[in-house]
Antibody
C-alpha cells in the first residue's frame, strides 16, 4: 500500500525557516511526480509546489515563489519542502501527495503536518 | 495562475437528492480538471480526473462533465457518507495547479 508520511512541522517565528519531509513507500517513487498542498485552519486547499519524478522540473504557486524550494532524494524515497521567510499567512496543514500516473492529479495523500508561524 | 471559481460555496441537501456543483476556470483548460472530496480532519480524496473519468473504487453516483472553462460534478442520490467539502483543481502544471474555493455539502 502507498504510504506518505510528513514530518518536520512545528512552531516557527515570523521570518524563520523550516524544512518539511515526506517519506514515501509502496510505489516507485522515482517515477512519480509529487506535490505539496496546504490548508490554512478552516480554509480551502491551496496548491504550493510540484516536482517531476526526476526532479528536473519544479513548479510553484505565486504565493511561495522565491521563498519555498521543493526537492527530492530518490535514493531515500523522500520529498522535501524548504520554507524560508515564513509569515503568519503560511500557517497551515501541509500535505504531500503523489501524482496519478503521468498527470498532476493527486491520487494518494499523506495525513499532513502542521506548520504554525507565530511569535 | 489560473483562477478556479466554484459555486455554490455551500449547499443543503437531503439523502437521495441530486447535487450539482460547478467549477469555472478563468481560461481554457481543456479537460485538465479533477474533483476531490474532503471530510473534516482527513486529507482530500480524488474522485474524478480528466474532467469525467471516475477513479476506480469511487461510487458510480459520482460523475463529472465539462471542458474548456465550465465543469460540473454531479452526485446522484446523495448518501450519508457524501456529506463533505468538494474541491475542483485544474491539472495543467504550466498554468498553476490551483484549486477552487470548495463547496460544502451539508445535511438539510
Amino acid at each position: 500500500d502507498v504510504d506518505l508520511v510528513e514530518s518536520g512541522g512545528g512552531l516557527v517565528p515570523p521570518g524563520g525557516s523550516l524544512r518539511l519531509s515526506c517519506s514515501a513507500s509502496g510505489f516507485t517513487f522515482r517515477s512519480s511526480g509529487m506535490t505539496w498542498v496546504r490548508q490554512a485552519p478552516g480554509k480551502g486547499l491551496e496548491w504550493v509546489s510540484s516536482i517531476t519524478g526526476s526532479g528536473g522540473s519544479v513548479y510553484y504557486a505565486d504565493s511561495v515563489k522565491g521563498r519555498f524550494t521543493i526537492s527530492r532524494d530518490n535514493s531515500k524515497n523522500t520529498l522535501y519542502l524548504q520554507m524560508n521567510g515564513l509569515s503568519a499567512e503560511d500557517t497551515a496543514m501541509y500535505y504531500c501527495a503523489k501524482a496519478l500516473s503521468t498527470s498532476w492529479y493527486s491520487d494518494q495523500w499523506g495525513q499532513g503536518i502542521l506548520v504554525t508561524v507565530s511569535s | 495562475d489560473i483562477q478556479m471559481t466554484q459555486s455554490p460555496a455551500s449547499v443543503s441537501a437531503s439523502v437521495g437528492d441530486r447535487v450539482t456543483i460547478t467549477c469555472q476556470a478563468s481560461q481554457d483548460i481543456s479537460d485538465w480538471l479533477a474533483w476531490y472530496q474532503q471530510k473534516p480532519g482527513t486529507p482530500p480524496k480524488l474522485l474524478i480526473y480528466g474532467a469525467s473519468s471516475v477513479r476506480s473504487g469511487v461510487p458510480s453516483r459520482f460523475s463529472g462533465s465539462g471542458s474548456g472553462t465550465d465543469f460540473t460534478l454531479t452526485i446522484d442520490s446523495l448518501q450519508p457518507e457524501d456529506f463533505a467539502t468538494y474541491y475542483c483543481q485544474q491539472g495543467n502544471s504550466f498554468l498553476g495547479l490551483s484549486f477552487g474555493g470548495g463547496t460544502k455539502v451539508e445535511i438539510k
